[in-house]
């Protein structure tokens, strides 16, 4: 297992970090005042069999953890506190079953200015207390601390290895990267190039340590792939497309490893979904904000399930054999208005797991039926 570290003021990696143990309750902010998502993939299956919830809140983070497996929930609690957080929340979640959220900090500095940095924190078990956040830095020093107000939302992925991988837009529109090595330790600032990138990118992690780098841009998708753990990010070629912001996403879908990847088209609200260099598939669904993907066994068939906001603000859900987009996609909306993005996960017992925000930020929760095939959901339960 990989150690985990923090930086000091300097810039370089601790390997320590203290551990918050005093849980108060949370105000969750799971949307802008323009409505988009603070955060997305904010629901996670623990190694225990228990759910559990992220999102942004003033202070720090709000979480919601079932008391057992397919019980009653607590919170919204208040883990990770710090000074300074930025809106918007990035959540990814390694093969050991560590959840890794990423943020970006402000703090005032002497001479009247702002310094922008990234930071890490990592939960190891469900429920318990979340590591300090641990300051990642900033690909710029802190005389020049005027481009780090104009870097984009932080986006985490954790590697086939456990080994986390935080991308950023940086300050004249290129993609920053740092990854830490197997050992735990913090690689240097990788300047990945390109321009005209939007704030917010995405960054998916598929096996054999594979990642995949989405940065959408006024001319096309700029794109960036890691063959292994141990190779560095190449730049591939830009894919067409206008996608809706931070509405990128991937998952792994094929045994020989390929990944599909969905987007929002910005101008007919359509879902689109596509495979290396191949054609962007349409998925029907017009929405707003990014969609949840899951990959799950319904009725003996592989399928994808595909979770979004739909036009009149409620969820709506649909599943497809999996790389069969030629099949077509049916949309089923279900239960009432939402706010920010929904999320896809399985709970203990195998069964898909649909979550959604309220318009007030509280958490309502509905899982696939046992006594119906297909994907049948019970009634919404209000955490």
């Given amino acids: 297992m990989a150690l985990r570290s923090r930086q000091t003021a300097g810039g370089e990696p601790q390997r320590s ?34 759910l559990s919830a992220y999102a942004p809140a003033t202070g720090g983070v709000a979480r919601w953890t079932e008391t ?12 990770a506190p710090g000074k300074g957080l930025q809106s918007h929340l990035s959540v990814a979640q390694g093969p050991d079953g560590y959840v890794h959220l990423a943020a970006l900090r402000q703090t005032p500095i002497e001479d009247g200015g702002t ?39 932080p986006s985490v992925g954790v590697d086939s290895l456990g080994n986390a991988q935080i991308v950023v837009r940086n300050a004249f529109g290129g993609v920053s990267a740092r990854g830490q ?6 690689a240097g600032w990788a300047d990945l ?54 509405t990128v996403n991937g998952l792994e879908t094929g045994e020989d490893g390929s990944v599909t990847f969905f987007l929002r ?8 979904a596509w495979r290396g260099d191949g054609p962007m598939e349409s998925l029907g669904g017009r929405g707003s904000g990014p969609v949840a993907v899951l990959r ?4 003996g068939v592989d399928c994808t399930v595909l979770a979004q906001r739909d036009r009149d603000g409620r969820p709506a859900i649909a599943a497809y054999p999996t790389e069969q987009e030629e099949a077509g996609v049916t949309w089923t909306p279900t239960g009432e208005v939402c706010v920010g993005a929904p ?22 929760i509905t899982r696939q039926r046992t006594d119906e095939p297909g994907l049948a959901l019970e009634a919404w339960q209000q955490v």
């Fill in 17 to 50: 970090g203290s551990i918050v143990t005093t849980p108060v309750a949370a105000t969750p902010r799971v949307a802008t005042e323009d409505g988009r998502p603070t955060v997305t993939g904010w629901l996670r299956l623990g190694k225990d069999g228990r």
């Fill in 68 to 79: 057992r497996p397919g019980g009653a929930w607590t919170g919204p609690e208040l883990v």
């Fill in 115 to 153: 310094w922008t940095e990234l930071v890490h924190a990592i939960q190891y078990q469900t429920g318990r207390p979340v590591k300090n956040w641990a300051v990642v830095g900033s690909p710029y020093p802190r005389r020049d601390w005027k481009l780090g107000l104009r870097m984009g939302h």
């Fill in 181 to 186: 090595e197997p050992s735990g330790k913090w």
């Fill in 193 to 246: 190039n390109g321009n005209g990138a939007d704030r917010s990118i995405s960054v998916v992690a598929a096996e054999g340590g594979r990642m995949f780098i989405h940065a959408p841009s006024d001319d096309g998708i700029m794109r960036f792939r890691r063959a292994a753990a141990d190779a560095k990010f190449e730049r591939v070629d830009k894919l067409p497309g206008h996608p809706e912001t931070a």
């Fill in 265 to 272: 088209d910005a101008d007919s609200g359509e879902l689109r």
């Fill in 296 to 299: 799950k066994e319904i009725d």
């Fill in 343 to 364: 999320a896809l996960t399985v709970d203990a017992d195998g069964r898909v797991v649909l979550g959604v925000f309220t318009v007030d930020g509280g958490l309502r």
